[in-house]
Each structure stands twice: as C-alpha cells, then as structure tokens.
C-alpha cells in the first residue's frame, strides 16, 4: 500500500510518497510552485489553477499510482481555529458530542451553519476529587474543505484523510518527548504567514496565526536596500542573518557604524558582502523582525499558560522554509529559551532507496515536515481529526475492509466447501452402515412377526380374564344380596322370575389396535324385577304386598321401589261355615304381581 501526503503551501507544494511494506518507508519527496490562476490578481483570493496543479503531479507520480494510493491532504493552519474544552466523566461518544456544542456557544467568531467540527480526545486535567476529560475541538469552514474535494475531483482523484497540518506535525517530535507531561510549540516560518500551534500529549490544543510572514519581512527589507524582491530573495539566500559584533541597543553608534562601513565600502569592497550589501545594515533590518516575531510568540504562550490553567511550553520546534534562512532559527531559538530546535522529519524514518532523497533534501527537512508528517500519520493509521465529509469516510470504511471481506469470504467458502464433502463422506458411510444393518435386521422380521402375535393372543387372554373376575366379584355381590331378598319374602309370596339388569357393564375402547373390554364405574345403577305369585283374597294380597315393599325399601340397598298394581276384580262377599258371613270381599287365590326396585351399590 502506497501512501501520497499532499502539503499545498501558498508559495510551494510539497508532496511526501511512503510505501508500507514490512515497515514504514519513505520512498521520495517532491516540491513545485504552487500554480494559481492568471485570471486572479488579488493575491488574498487566488485560487489554484486546478489544471496546471495536476501536471505538476503527474510529472511526478503517474494518475494510476495516485489512483491506487490513499491520498491524504494537508488543511492550512490559518483555515482552522481550535478551543480545549473540560468536561466531566461520561461515556467517549457523548463526550465528543458534548465537546462540539459547548464548542459551538465559546468559540468566536460565532458558529454559523459554514462550519464543521471535528475533536479528539486530549487527555485528563484537575485534582483527585474533581477529574475532567479535556477534549480538543477544531473549526473550520465548509468552502476550505470543498476546494480540496474540487480539486480532487478534477484528476477523479477520492482524498482519504483532509486534516490540519499542525494535527499530523506533533508525530515528528521524539516519541519519547510525549511521556513526560510537557507541552510543545511548532512554529511554521511559512511564506505568506507565521502559524503557531501548540501540542499537549501529541494532541493540537492551541493555534494562532499572525498574518505576518516572510513575504512581508523580504518585501520590507527590499524597500528598505532600494533593490528588487528578486535581488533581496537572493541576498537572503546568500547572506541569512548575519552574524556581527556590535551592541544593537545604541541606534546612534549603529547608523554611524553603517555609515562609516558603506564610505570604506567605496574604496575597499572587501567590507561588505558578497552580493555588496552592508551586512551591519543587513543584520539591523533583520532585528526588527526578529523582535516582533519574539514579542509574538511570548504574547502567545503568556496567552496560552493562561487559558489553559498554567499550562507551559517547554520545547519549540521550527519548520517551514524559513528555517533555510542561516541564523534565523537559532537566534529565535535562542531569544526564546527553552529546549527544540529544527525540526527534522528524515531522523527517525526510514527511507528507502532511492537518487532523489540526497544529502541536500535532507537538510532541508523542515520544508517537507507537513507533508512527511501527514504520510506518517496516514500510514501508521493514526487517529487524527478528518474534515472528510461522512459519505467520504463511508467509502473509505467500505474500501479498507473490502480485502479483509473478501478473503473472509473465500475462508467461509472454503470451509463450507470443506463441511461439504466431510458431510457428503459421512452421507455415504452412514447409508453404507444403514444398508447392512437393514439386511440384520429382516432376518429378526419372522422373530418380530411371530413375537407381535404372541402379544395379541396375551391381550386377548388378559381381557378374558378381566372380565371373568369382574364377573366373579359381582357373582359374590348378588348371592349376599339374594340371601338378604329371600328373607324378605312372605310365606304367601313365590317368585316365578327375578332378573337384574346394569346399564354398560362393560364398554369397548381401542388399545394399540386391539379391542379391550373395561368395567364401568361401581356406582353404576342395577335395576331388579321381580315377578312373583301371591296365595290371598285381595285385601290380603295387598298388604303382603305393601309388607314386602316396605322391607325392601327399609333395607339401604334398595331405592325406587315400585309395585305393579293387582287386576281389580268384582266383589263378592265369602260365607264361613255353619252359616256365618265372614268380612272378606273376594275369594283367596293365586295372584300375579310384579315389582321392580333399584339396587345402589357402594364404591
């Protein structure tokens, strides 16, 4: 995987290429003029000629290799404001989420629907008792953002990464730097702005530019020599700051001095420089700046230490092509204090082979620090706020992960694949098996058959006996109960029929396809009928009747006990003997009858 870092400057663009093979590698470094459109005088709102830009890169890096690669892209400094914000505990997602809106109600100049936000987490802040989260919040405007993607858009070019060049420049300072609880500047001596921006952890917690550059130092300095940017470019060039012996705090001396040197200068040329500019007058434009671009950066780290509760800057770090001026570095270095120096992105990377990074490239480092920065953050996937739209990082997400599917794919196939066939073996060692065991088992078939009989005829035999002792038992029952009856019976009375009758005595049900007999309930009514004869008149019939009644229906085994009624007959009155009428109204006789009575049998 080849990454490409893009570092558009307003005077130059630099461009870093790494390759991620066993390790990090930077393969080559490149810088052009930044081309801008002829149509556009105003130097404040050139845009970048997006044609011409593209044929400067091309003539370094083929569209296809570009295509293939992860494109990340610097933002400038002056486009991005940044604010810490102290929050309490809570969970990272409404962390970050509640950084960004009380970053919106803080920030000046105030939020508009333009601007975008993207934060990262910083670190903790406060005593034991009252712990915060601080979270970095980083502004910046929609339309700086889209001229990136419009820019992308002419060579069909999809950017991965778009953050701010003071995020990714804190991964060039020494690792272990980051350890200890020390904040740390980078100063940008760009061409068209002094950017400063402050890191805590490896994380941007301050930025500040000063709209006051190079270009504004050489423009002055020009004036002041009466000589062309041109020529002041390559006075600077060759001559940097100065280095002199003389106390710079009286002026007077100074311009005498000055004088003095240019008046010699007239008869011995050996006085002045090279290019025949006096290096005393050289040195003295030059203080002027210096003492600015000091007072800058103390107003800014007595205005960072506080707002940010006593926060303190240990180290400085320089970059840009201002760091090319001889002298100029190590006499802000030394005015300001403090540890840093030059920044110098070739000192722990490795570089691969290659004739374009030579020995010149090298000292010159600090130019291509942003690009080299943003390709080392990029390749080592570092976590770095993104300004690339949603939509944007949707792709790339699908992108990343789309060889990481792909080959998850080809493993599930493979192992499906693999259960397949173990499952198609087993098919077919299992089929094997159930055949054989088939060929076993019709020969127990006849045993089966022969067996299932067996145990038809002993369900058949177990139901016969069921019902015989179900039968038994009420045998028993009735031959108690037909003693008890024939006490009852008068001596007129002889039974010529007794029948008992139960309704249901057994029912049907179906068990395993065999028919099985059961007893009904014990409970079950039994009705008696009871045809007999009596010996009397009658009047006499009817009481022995009505007597033998009442003996059934005394007893506790008999209810509803009815009597058919005797056949009326006419009367006729009965003489006894020696004359005398006797008080019976028919004659004696053989009378039917017949009675029938319900048998309530206990459980």
């Not at 290096?279 to 960072?304: A, N, S, V």
């Not at 409970?523 to 009747?545: C, F, G, Q």
């Not at 009624?565 to 009965?574: D, N």
Request: with cysteine; net charge positive.
């Amino acid at each position: 995987m080849e990454i490409i870092a893009i570092d558009i400057g307003a005077d130059t663009t630099k461009i870093a290429r790494m390759e991620r093979k066993k390790t990090l590698l930077l393969s080559d470094v490149f810088i052009f003029k930044t081309p801008y459109a002829a149509s556009q005088p105003d130097a404040a709102s050139r845009e970048i000629d997006q044609s011409g830009f593209w044929r400067q890169v091309f003539t370094f890096i083929p569209l296809s290799r570009l295509k293939r690669s992860k494109v990340a892209i610097a933002l400038a400094t002056e486009c991005i404001a940044t604010i810490v914000v102290p929050l309490p505990k809570m969970n990272m997602p409404e962390l970050l989420l509640a950084a960004i809106v009380e970053a919106k109600r803080k920030m000046i100049p105030a939020y508009t629907p333009d601007h975008s936000f993207e934060c990262s987490f910083v670190g903790e802040s406060g005593s034991l008792d009252n712990r915060k989260f601080e979270v970095s919040v980083i502004r910046t405007e929609n339309k700086y953002v889209q001229q990136i993607l419009d820019l992308c858009k002419n060579a069909d070019i999809v950017p991965s990464l778009i953050t701010p060049s003071s995020c990714a420049i804190a991964y060039l300072a020494p690792r272990e730097f980051w350890k200890k609880d020390e904040d740390a500047a980078f100063v940008d001596l760009a061409a068209n702005n002094l950017n400063i921006s402050i890191c805590r952890h490896g994380k941007l917690v301050f930025t500040r530019s000063l709209g006051y550059s190079l270009r504004d130092i050489i423009k002055d300095i020009s004036g002041q020599l009466g000589v062309s940017r041109e020529e002041t470019e390559k006075i600077i060039r060759e001559e940097g700051v100065p280095q002199v012996d003389f106390n710079n705090k009286n002026k007077v001396a100074i311009v005498e001095e000055i004088m003095r040197q240019k008046y010699e200068a007239g008869r011995d040329s050996s006085s002045s420089g090279a290019s025949g500019i006096n290096r005393l007058e050289l040195r003295m434009l030059w203080q002027t700046h210096i003492e600015r671009m000091i007072q800058e950066l103390r107003r800014t780290f007595i205005y960072y230490k506080e707002n940010s509760e006593g926060g303190r800057v240990e180290c400085v770090y320089f970059l840009g092509g201002g760091c090319l001026i001889k002298n100029l570095v190590s006499m802000l270095a030394g005015l300001i204090g403090g540890e840093g120096g030059i920044v110098k992105p070739f000192a722990h990377l490795k570089t691969a082979e290659t004739k374009n990074i030579d020995n010149e490239i090298i000292l010159s480092g600090a130019v291509y620090a942003h690009a080299i920065s943003l390709a080392l953050v990029k390749g080592e996937g570092t976590a770095v706020v993104n300004f690339l739209p949603k939509e944007f990082k949707r792709k790339e997400t699908v992108a990343r992960w789309s060889p990481v599917l792909f080959l998850a794919a080809l493993g599930l196939a493979f192992v499906f694949i693999l259960a397949g066939g173990y499952i198609l073996a087993q098919r077919v060692y299992l089929q094997k098996q159930i055949t054989e065991l088939d060929l076993k088992l019709s020969g127990f078939k006849d045993i089966s058959e022969k067996a299932n009989a067996l145990n038809q005829q002993k369900n058949k035999l177990d139901q016969r006996f069921s019902r015989f002792n179900l039968l038994a038992n009420k045998t028993k029952q009735f031959h108690s109960l037909l003693k008890m009856i024939a006490s009852f019976i008068p001596p007129e009375v002889v039974f010529t029929k007794f029948t008992t009758a139960r309704s249901n005595l057994f029912i049907e049900r179906q068990d395993s396809g065999q028919t099985v007999l059961e007893g009904t309930a014990d409970n079950t009514s039994v009705t008696m009928e009871i045809e007999a004869w009596v010996l009397a008149d009658y009047e006499s019939a009817l009481k022995i009747i009505e007597l033998f009644k009442g003996r059934l229906e005394s007893s506790m085994y008999f209810s509803k006990v009815n009597i058919t009624p005797l056949t009326l007959e006419r009367i006729s009155s009965v003489d006894a003997e020696g004359g005398r009428q006797e008080s019976r109204l028919t004659n004696s006789r053989v009378r039917k009858f017949s009675i029938s009575a319900e048998l309530a049998e206990s459980k």
